[in-house]
């Protein structure tokens, strides 16, 4: 796994944890010691983070964590949505060999 997806997990994990708080704004020096993470994975991370709309980059104050407001959490449904709808069909679209498969490793993964 490259560092800047354990940053990403990490800040993930922060927001969900509350080690981070929504709302709040830090420097990345702040987020580095608070995750234990290099500069450079992090703000590989940060750049992810804010293409999808958990934090906001700003210049030479630090990047302030997003609340989630009704508009992202409606969003966030209807992609889910538009995926599982494709997952669904192409499961039942492939031949039944590829689908014994698929089954028997989520058999075994649970």
Same mark, same amino acid.
């Given at each position: 796994?490259? %560092? !800047?997806? $354990? #940053?990403?997990?990490?800040?993930? *994990?922060?927001?969900l944890?509350?080690?981070? @708080?929504? /709302?709040? $704004?830090?420097?990345? #020096?702040?987020?580095?010691?608070?995750?234990?993470?290099? +500069? &450079? =994975?992090?703000? @590989?991370?940060?750049? $992810?983070? /804010? !293409? @999808?709309?958990?934090?906001?980059?700003?210049p030479?104050?630090? $990047?302030? +964590?997003?609340? =989630?407001?009704? *508009? %992202?959490?409606?969003?966030?449904?209807?992609?889910?949505?538009?995926? @599982?709808? *494709?997952?669904?069909?192409?499961?039942?679209?492939? =031949?039944? =060999?590829?689908? &014994?498969? %698929?089954?028997?490793?989520?058999?075994?993964?649970?």
């Open positions: 796994m490259k %560092l !800047s997806q $354990v #940053a990403y997990r990490r800040f993930k *994990e922060g927001l944890t509350a080690r981070i @708080e929504a /709302g709040a $704004v830090m420097s990345q #020096a702040d987020l580095v010691r608070l995750l234990d993470l290099l +500069i &450079s =994975p992090l703000r @590989e991370a940060i750049q $992810v983070l /804010g !293409s @999808e709309g958990l934090l906001k980059v700003m030479r104050s630090g $990047v302030k +964590i997003m609340k =989630p407001d009704m *508009e %992202l959490i409606k969003n966030s449904f209807q992609l889910r949505r538009i995926l @599982e709808r *494709e997952a669904v069909l192409k499961y039942a679209r492939a =031949p039944r =060999p590829l689908v &014994s498969r %698929l089954g028997r490793r989520a058999t075994r993964s649970c």
